[in-house]
T-cell receptor, first 113, second 111 residues
Framework: NAGVTQTPKFRILKIGQSMTLQCTQD?????MYWYRQDPGMGLKLIYY???????DKGEVPNGYNVSRSTTEDFPLRLELAAPSQTSVYFC????????????FGNGTRLTVT | QKEVEQDPGPLSVPEGAIVSLNCTYS??????FMWYRQYSRKGPELLMY????GNKEDGRFTAQVDKSSKYISLFIRDSQPSDSATYLC???????????FGAGTRLFVKA
């Protein structure tokens, strides 16, 4: 049981390039999330999904897009990378119920230069 | 004002010390309060969970919630070098599926 798997672990992008951060979960959870973590800033919600085919913006969605075609996968797309998107990105999933915890992947470290 | 305030530290203590980590919040709708622990280059993992006000104890860890003051705490007794990590408080409302995180406090326990 792998939980939440994120790929790649590291990536360096040039300004203006695009890339997709992959996230897959084997916990059969409906809720999935993308967070970014910057030093001293905690976790900021980018996008979330309450089930396949349903996505919505979080706190910091600008510059990102998501899709959710299956329960397992929730990729995050950066179309025109900017230095402000240098961060560590975490994908998470959560079961139904208000008291269900978030299960995180181990993150993707992205640098945009 | 941020919804959740947490001092990012760093906090450095000697082995065996009692550690107190704290968060304040502004949204009175929050009912679920969590502490996540994050080791370097890893994702956060749930450490403690409390519903509404009160205390919860799990081994060397105690979580306290004071809803009247909008203040939550995590106490670590007999701290160990293996407790060195970033501790993030988190909270959510009943029926809500969004979790709001504090900035995280980086803790160093020196042997």
């Amino acid at each position: 049981n792998a939980g939440v798997t994120q790929t790649p672990k590291f990536r360096i992008l040039k300004i203006g390039q695009s890339m997709t951060l992959q996230c897959t979960q084997d916990m059969n959870h409906n809720y999935m999330y993308w967070y970014r973590q910057d030093p001293g800033m905690g976790l900021k919600l980018i996008y979330y999904s309450v089930g396949a085919g349903i996505t919505d913006k979080g706190e910091v969605p600008n510059g990102y897009n998501v899709s959710r075609s299956t329960t397992e996968d929730f990729p995050l797309r950066l179309e025109l990378a900017a230095p402000s998107q240098t961060s560590v990105y975490f994908c998470a999933c959560k079961g139904d119920g208000s008291n269900s915890p978030l299960h995180f992947g181990n993150g993707t470290r992205l640098t945009v230069t | 004002q941020k919804e959740v305030e947490q001092d990012p530290g760093p906090l450095s203590v000697p082995e065996g010390a009692i550690v107190s980590l704290n968060c304040t919040y502004s949204n009175s709708a929050f009912q679920y309060f969590m502490w996540y622990r994050q080791y370097s280059r890893k994702g956060p993992e749930l450490l403690m969970y409390t519903y509404s006000s009160g205390n919860k104890e799990d081994g060397r860890f105690t979580a306290q919630v004071d809803k009247s003051s909008k203040y939550i705490s995590l106490f670590i007794r007999d701290s160990q070098p293996s407790d060195s990590a970033t501790y993030l408080c988190a909270m959510s409302a009943t029926g809500g599926f969004k979790t709001i995180f504090g900035a995280g406090t980086r803790l160093f326990v020196k042997a």
